[in-house]
Structure formats: structure tokens, C-alpha cells
Nanobody
Framework: EVQLVETGGGLVQAGGSLKLSCAASGSMFAINAMGWFRQAPGKEREGVSC????????YYSDSVKGRFTVSADKAKNILYLQMNNLKPEDTAVYYC????????????????????WGRGALVTVSS
């Protein structure tokens, strides 16, 4: 079973930057995609960015496109989320997850056959 641990959350002023990390350990069997999701208070969890491991295919939600960037250290099984020009509406608990495949529509980015969630990292953006 894979385990996921997010780090890097915190408090930042609007316009600032944060970088989240997600370290994966354990068996990565049948896992070929990773992603970042977030859940703001009172809202449903939404996909932020999802990537196909090994194919360098990355999708972003419209709300973060141009501001957030996903990268990975494949040797260490670490997924990063660089968040720039943060806005108060980016305030949320950010989760990483792994799965088998991507699910992408004009309004949604996500993972197919989602296998594991991390515990989440709180990002708070003050105005």
C-alpha cells in the first residue's frame, strides 16, 4: 500500500508563493498518475492538477492555470506543487493523491481509480 505525506503548507499574503511537497512511499503497483486536490471550507474537494507519471502529461484546473506548476522528483517519488501569485480564494486544505489514469473534462481534473489520499496540508492566503 502506498503512503502519501504532504508538507509545505502555511500562511502567506496574497501575491505570495508556497511550494507543497508530497512524498510517496510503499508500493506504487498499478499507480500511474498523481494529483493535487484542495478543499476550501464549506466547499467540495476539487482537482487542482493531475499528472500522468512517465508521460509528462499534466493538466491544471482553470482556477490555477498560469499560477501553479507541478513537478516531480521521480527518483525520490516526490510530487511538488509550486503556487505563485496566491489569492485568498486559494485558501484550502491541499491533498495529494495517486491513482490509475486521469479523468479530465472541460471543468474537472481528477484521477481514475483513486487509490490513496494524503492527510492534507493547510494553505491560508491572507488579503
Amino acid at each position: 500500500e502506498v503512503q502519501l505525506v504532504e508538507t509545505g503548507g502555511g500562511l502567506v499574503q496574497a501575491g505570495g508563493s508556497l511550494k507543497l511537497s508530497c512524498a510517496a512511499s510503499g508500493s506504487m503497483f498499478a499507480i500511474n498518475a498523481m494529483g493535487w486536490f484542495r478543499q476550501a471550507p464549506g466547499k467540495e474537494r476539487e482537482g487542482v492538477s493531475c499528472a500522468s507519471i512517465g508521460e509528462n502529461i499534466i493538466y491544471y484546473s482553470d482556477s490555477v492555470k498560469g499560477r501553479f506548476t507541478v513537478s516531480a522528483d521521480k527518483a525520490k517519488n516526490i510530487l511538488y506543487l509550486q503556487m505563485n501569485n496566491l489569492k485568498p480564494e486559494d485558501t484550502a486544505v491541499y491533498y495529494c493523491a495517486v491513482g490509475n489514469g486521469l479523468v479530465v473534462t472541460p471543468t474537472h481534473v481528477g484521477l481514475n481509480d483513486l487509490k490513496q489520499w494524503g492527510r492534507g496540508a493547510l494553505v491560508t492566503v491572507s488579503s
